[in-house]
């Protein structure tokens, strides 16, 4: 039983499919499926069970997925620090977030952060969705992403660090411009905006509507917030979102943001493979954050 094994193993479980990952690790499934069957005949037991599309691990392939991809992502973490010791460096902390979250959730955090820690390297990757920044740390790629919280996937821990109440965004020269608030059955004939599709926003926005008998139609979609904010600034239709911290009025003066209290807030915060393996720099960057948001 060799650590490759145990990484090609876990990758398994995670795609549920060898030539998924034969073609991410550039080799053949014939290779792939040795890693699994020498870990088979070491532990006298089957790991893995055939799918129509497929693989699943078995009862026992559970057990073992779940103490490989533990201590993989400690020894990962373990090299990594080595690693910075051997290039005499203090740190490195990787984060993955979507492309709007550095200015509206961590300019002050990250500021902070490096006015005491100067030496230490920030490593930011940029993924389009909440669910591809959850891919990445589950993929040892990162260390902590800011994410949508949603629903839970296995083998990353979520913690909700803020709420984000809904707003309806709209020029100052619409007529509900002038509304203190307003309620969803009032959003069904609004030129909706859309929000990216299978987006955890989106997703939180449509089952909640459905809720109060709203289905949205839209002629308009965006692939961010502020990209969907921007167009109602420009008067191109109103715009359901999430109410960012700095957004205020949005840009220029020209958007009124009006809340929408029947519809449950949205909640926003880091993940993490596992919170107990994270290194101290990697946990005081993620509390530095938090705690200028709030």
Same mark, same amino acid.
């Not at 010791?85 to 979250?101: E, M």
């Not at 949603?150 to 803020?162: F, H, L």
């Not at 987006?199 to 939180?204: A, D, I, L, P």
């Not at 969907?228 to 009025?249: F, I, K, N, S, T």
């Given at each position: 039983?060799?650590?490759?094994?145990?990484?090609?193993?876990?990758?398994?479980?995670?795609?549920?499919?060898?030539?998924?990952?034969?073609?991410?690790? &550039?080799?053949?499934?014939?290779?792939?499926?040795?890693?699994?069957?020498?870990?088979?005949?070491?532990?006298?037991?089957?790991?893995?069970?055939?799918?129509?599309?497929?693989?699943?691990?078995?009862?026992?392939?559970?057990?073992?997925?779940?103490?490989?991809?533990?201590?993989?992502?400690?020894?990962?973490?373990?090299? /990594?620090?080595? #690693?910075?010791?051997?290039? %005499? +460096?203090? !740190? =490195?902390?990787?984060?993955?977030?979507?492309?709007?979250?550095?200015?509206?959730?961590?300019?002050?955090? +990250?500021?902070?952060?490096?006015?005491?820690?100067?030496?230490?390297?920030?490593?930011?990757?940029?993924?389009?969705?909440?669910?591809?920044?959850?891919?990445?740390?589950?993929?040892?790629?990162? #260390?902590?992403?800011?994410?949508?919280? !949603?629903? @839970?996937? #296995? %083998?990353?821990?979520?913690?909700?660090?803020?709420?984000?109440?809904?707003?309806?965004?709209?020029?100052?020269?619409?007529?509900?411009?002038? /509304?203190?608030?307003?309620?969803?059955?009032?959003?069904?004939?609004?030129?909706?905006?859309?929000?990216?599709?299978? &987006? =955890?926003? /989106?997703?939180?926005?449509?089952?909640?509507?459905?809720?109060?008998? +709203?289905?949205?139609?839209?002629?308009?979609?965006?692939?961010?917030?502020?990209?969907?904010?921007?167009?109602?600034?420009? !008067?191109?239709?109103?715009?359901?979102? @999430?109410?960012?911290?700095?957004?205020?009025?949005?840009?220029?003066?020209?958007?009124?943001?009006?809340?929408?209290?029947?519809?449950?807030?949205? %909640?926003? !915060?880091?993940?993490?493979?596992?919170?107990?393996?994270?290194?101290?720099?990697?946990?005081?960057?993620? #509390? =530095?954050? +938090? =705690?200028?948001?709030?």
């Amino acid at each position: 039983m060799t650590l490759d094994d145990l990484r090609v193993f876990v990758a398994v479980c995670e795609a549920r499919n060898l030539s998924a990952v034969a073609r991410s690790l &550039s080799c053949s499934q014939s290779a792939v499926s040795q890693h699994v069957k020498r870990l088979e005949r070491e532990t006298g037991l089957t790991l893995l069970e055939r799918r129509p599309r497929g693989v699943a691990p078995t009862r026992a392939g559970q057990v073992l997925r779940r103490a490989a991809a533990e201590g993989i992502a400690g020894l990962d973490g373990a090299l /990594r620090q080595l #690693d910075d010791l051997r290039r %005499g +460096v203090a !740190g =490195t902390i990787r984060i993955a977030t979507g492309a709007t979250t550095v200015r509206h959730f961590m300019a002050a955090g +990250v500021t902070s952060f490096r006015a005491g820690h100067p030496e230490v390297n920030l490593q930011f990757v940029t993924a389009d969705s909440s669910r591809r920044c959850l891919e990445a740390v589950r993929s040892h790629e990162v #260390d902590l992403a800011w994410v949508t919280i !949603g629903p @839970p996937m #296995d %083998g990353v821990e979520q913690r909700s660090s803020c709420d984000l109440p809904w707003v309806l965004a709209v020029h100052v020269a619409d007529p509900l411009s002038h /509304r203190q608030t307003i309620t969803p059955a009032e959003l069904a004939g609004i030129r909706h905006i859309e929000l990216p599709e299978h &987006s =955890t926003s /989106r997703v939180h926005l449509e089952m909640h509507l459905e809720r109060h008998g +709203v289905r949205l139609t839209s002629t308009t979609s965006v692939a961010d917030w502020d990209t969907a904010l921007l167009l109602a600034e420009l !008067g191109l239709g109103h715009a359901v979102l @999430p109410a960012l911290p700095g957004w205020g009025r949005g840009p220029g003066g020209v958007v009124r943001l009006i809340p929408i209290p029947e519809l449950p807030p949205l %909640g926003a !915060g880091w993940a993490a493979r596992q919170w107990d393996a994270l290194s101290p720099l990697a946990l005081e960057f993620a #509390d =530095t954050v +938090v =705690t200028a948001l709030a």
